[in-house]
Each structure stands twice: as structure tokens, then as C-alpha cells.
């Protein structure tokens, strides 16, 4: 059973369009964090968000926690090249072990020039 | 600073064989470490934690086994390899519980 589901699995968009990728689940999370990777390297933490219905923006990202804090979106705004990568979301489940940090599937961005 | 390598970057076994995938962190101390599998580039499967010597969660049944000789020094091993072991292995430390994880390189694994 996979925790954390992301949509869509595959995205490839042109240079300058806008985009959003969601993560979702049915169980309650204490917190969500987005991370980034790119080819044969280790994910990079983007955001952490804790707080239902929180936003919070770095730069063109947006990042928000669902009210329920069952699910996260990611929006990028005119989007670049440079934001290729797989987008990774990955929480901590309310309740569960606070050292236990579950990973979603991911969305492969391709960002063409 | 706070830095993680593992090794060895790349490796290439035969079914049957044994693996060590060595993991360490420096610049911090009491770090939870964790090891991951990832497969084709999708997401990550966590194998086990651990939270301190001789404190070790497993969360996938499987021939692999994790060691923590160390309070820094994290080993992923395996008596025999499958060709389902395949795949692309990451090392990563927090320092707290609810915190963000930081990877190392990872290692390419190829059971051939």
C-alpha cells in the first residue's frame, strides 16, 4: 500500500509554463516535506510544512498543506529548464514513528528550452 | 559542517554474492540514519533507521541487514544478492525526529 501518492508520475512542459504537482494520501501526516533530485544524486530537502492549510513560497515554488494535512501541492511558476528533476513529497505520519520518513513514487519534471 | 559519504559509488555483483555498503556521517554526533533503496528513478523505499548503536529498524523483509558498529557509521549488507537487490542505494542522516533528511551520493548497484 503506497502512503503517499503523486500525480501526475510524468510531466514535460515547455520553458515559461506554469505547473502543479500533488501529493495525497488518506492518513494524517505531522508534517511534509518536498524534496528535489536530480540524476545519481541524493534528494535535496525544498520545504518543510507542518501546520494545515500552511503556504509557503520560495522564489517561483509555491508549496501548500492541505486543512486535513492529507495532502501537498507544488506549484511552480514559468517554469525553467534548470527546475528538471524528480520531485520527491515524503512525511512523517501522525501517530506513527517520528523517525520513520515516508517517500511517494515522485513526479519526473522536464522543463524544455 | 555536517558532511555523509557512502561508498562504494558504483558495483557491479554476481547473484549469490555478498555486499557491504559503508555509510558516515561527520560533524555531528547521535545522528538517526537511515538507508533507502530507489529503483529506476522512482521513489524511495526505506530499508531501516536507526536511532542509535544497536538500535536498528527494519522495514522491509528481505536478505539485506544493516549494522551500526559505530554511533557515526551506518553498513548495508547482504550474504547473498538477488537480482531484485538491484538497484540505486542512499545513505541519510537527520538529527532529530520530525527532521529533515540529508542524503549521501548514493550507490549503484548491478546484480548481474
Known amino acids: 500500500t503506497q502512503l503517499l501518492e503523486q500525480s501526475p508520475q510524468f510531466l514535460s512542459i515547455q520553458e515559461g509554463e506554469n505547473l502543479t504537482v500533488y501529493c495525497n494520501s488518506s492518513s494524517v501526516f505531522s508534517s511534509l516535506q518536498w524534496y528535489r533530485q536530480e540524476p545519481g544524486e541524493g534528494p535535496v530537502l525544498l520545504v518543510t510544512?507542518?501546520?494545515?492549510?500552511e503556504v509557503k513560497k520560495l522564489k517561483r515554488l509555491t508549496f501548500q498543506f492541505g486543512d486535513a494535512r492529507k495532502d501537498s501541492s507544488l506549484h511552480i511558476t514559468a517554469a525553467q529548464p534548470g527546475d528538471t528533476g524528480l520531485y520527491l513529497c515524503?512525511?512523517?505520519?501522525?501517530?506513527?514513528?517520528?523517525?520513520?520518513?515516508?517517500f511517494g513514487k515522485g513526479t519526473l519534471l522536464t522543463v524544455n528550452p | 559542517s555536517q558532511t555523509i559519504h557512502q561508498w562504494p559509488a558504483t558495483l557491479v555483483q554476481p547473484v549469490g554474492s555478498p555486499l557491504s555498503l559503508e555509510c558516515t556521517v561527520e560533524?555531528?554526533?547521535?545522528?538517526?540514519l537511515y538507508w533507502y533503496r530507489q529503483a529506476a528513478g522512482r521513489g524511495l523505499q526505506l530499508l531501516f533507521y536507526?536511532?542509535?548503536?544497536?538500535?536498528i529498524s527494519s522495514e522491509v523483509p528481505q536478505n539485506l541487514s544493516a549494522s551500526r558498529p559505530q554511533d557515526r557509521q551506518f553498513i548495508l549488507s547482504s550474504k547473498k544478492l538477488l537480482l531484485s537487490d538491484s538497484g540505486f542505494y542512499l545513505c541519510?542522516?537527520?538529527?532529530?525526529?520530525?527532521?529533515?533528511?540529508?542524503f549521501g551520493e548514493g550507490s549503484r548497484l548491478t546484480v548481474l
Open positions: 510544512v507542518v501546520t494545515g492549510g
Open positions: 536507526s536511532i542509535g548503536i544497536d538500535q
Open positions: 515524503a512525511g512523517y505520519n501522525s501517530g506513527g514513528s517520528n523517525y520513520k520518513l515516508t
Open positions: 541519510a542522516w537527520s538529527q532529530q525526529g520530525l527532521g529533515e533528511l540529508f
Open positions: 560533524g555531528t554526533s547521535n545522528p538517526n
